[in-house]
């Protein structure tokens, strides 16, 4: 890893907070092809074979290009860590991800902002997945209260290839999350997307994700879990599009809601080619009746029960 | 010695009666089945039993104790427990954690091991997976019935645990049985086979909504073969 001299303690106090934070720090490591980032600065690059990740520190934040050669398998993950290690501000960072033909890749995404009380985020991630390819893109948050976070995330996946991304903000608050991913396939393709987020107090949540089938025997997945507590606002819209022959896609949103929260869902699937098939599963409201009264029939009571059903349905 | 019953039971739904009058016995350490056709009351029974419905009238007593008026929790914790026709599925939750409720119950991976490979699921295929989607709902009713196994109640009610099984299904409810046996745990058992019903020490038959005989198992089940298929709820039924 080639770290600046001068950003140095920066680099460290960020490897602390992984540790504090149960984070796996062997993605430091020398192994791991990897881009740090703290603030508007470059703290930290690593190239591995077959991965060439470009910096650019622009106005705010920082651009990186990162392209994966045809036909690597990576041993391990691509880590992707952005810091912000004021109070207060803005950041921006864009990611242009290409990879090659029949490579695969997985990415480890970190948005470290452990002081936050008053600051915006917003990162823009283009993935385009080459012919027989695989890329999973996993995507955990670690922050203080006070985020602003804007995302969007389009990935193109060609001939053959897959594309799953994980999203995850469930151990702190979302105070104002705006998260859009879209995803276009072309033939035989296949995309899986799921999101998992916790709301509290009176954070905002939207959530926009779209799934373009475009090309033949194209499939997808969008899954999105919200669990709202107390004041937050909720909103989540799944889009599917059949376009291509004998594409096939379902959307899935669950969201759980206690306290005063208040959420909605919208799925909206659109077909246009007779073969295509889309269909959605949608559940909004308390915890699942069945669900709590079997738990309880062991014991628990209905809070322990409904506890461990949201650390389910969170991952945690 | 303990026991549980059902005391003049009636349970109407939207004006119309589900049970009428059911009064049934459950002595600590025996084995029970409630048999009867389809729509007859009979998972009404069980859900009554365990809190999760409360009768339009009539009592529940536990030991003599008017336990009517607690809720599903408060049952579990006297020591009853139930396996439900339909378990749930539940997203995230690995069965191992399933099995210990969370880390609340406490108990040792060799015996999660022994409980999940006594209802047929090999543990190191099983324990670390989870409950949803990808369990077919065989699997999940095993899954239920090994729970029942590790919180040895003192009262297990089993509604349908034969349905979704494969043919191994009469030999896991017979070795279910001989467990909770010596276990000294009393076992209420929901069902239609009457090849369940006659794996049990007593019976009870139920046909829309009444009790239509008790007894020996075989007593009731051959009764329950001769007549089932007729409307027996007729005055004068045993």
Known sequence: MTIKVDRVKEYEALLDIYEREGLDTSLFGDRVAAIIISGDRIIGLNNVPGVEIKGEEIENGVRADVRIADGVELPFPIHLCTGYLKSEGYQRVEFNITVGKNSKARFTSHCIFPYAKDFTHEAISRISVGENSSVLYDDEHIHGEGVRMISRTEVEVGKGGRYTGKFSLTKQRARELKLEMTAKLGDGAVAEMTSKVKAVKDDSVEIREVLQLEGAHSRGDLKSTVIAFDNSKVNVVNEAYGLGDYAKGHVECHEVVKGEADVQTIPLLRVRNDKAELTHEASIGRINEAQLVQLMAKGLTEEEAAELIIKGLLGE | ?238
């Open chain 2, 1 to 238: 010695m303990g026991m549980l019953c059902l005391r003049n039971v009636d349970y109407s739904r939207e004006g119309r009666r589900i049970l009428q009058g059911i009064n049934m016995t459950f002595r600590e350490g025996m084995t029970y089945s409630i048999l009867g056709p389809n729509g007859a009351g009979k998972s009404t029974i069980a859900r009554i039993l365990m809190g999760e419905l409360k009768p339009t009238s009539g009592q529940v007593l536990l030991d003599g104790r008017d336990i009517t008026e607690l809720g599903v929790t408060e049952r579990a914790k006297l020591g009853m427990s139930m396996a439900w026709q339909e378990p749930a599925r539940y997203e995230g939750i690995r069965i191992r954690e399933y099995l210990t409720l969370g880390g609340k119950l406490k108990v040792d991976g060799d015996e999660i091991k022994e409980a999940l490979e006594l209802v047929g699921l090999p543990y190191e295929l099983y324990a670390g997976r989870f409950i949803d989607k990808s369990l077919s709902g065989g699997e999940r009713k095993r899954v239920e019935l090994a729970s029942l196994l590790l919180l040895k109640p003192r009262y297990a009610i089993l509604d349908e645990p034969d349905s979704g099984l494969d043919i191994t299904a009469g030999e896991l409810i017979e070795e279910l049985l001989n467990r909770f046996r010596k276990a000294g745990t009393t076992v209420i058992i929901i069902t239609h086979h009457e090849e369940i019903a006659g794996k049990t020490d007593f019976a009870y038959f139920v046909c829309a909504g009444r009790l239509v005989k008790k007894g020996f198992s075989r007593e009731v089940v051959d009764y329950y073969r001769k007549t089932c298929g007729r409307c027996l709820f007729v005055e004068g039924s045993p």
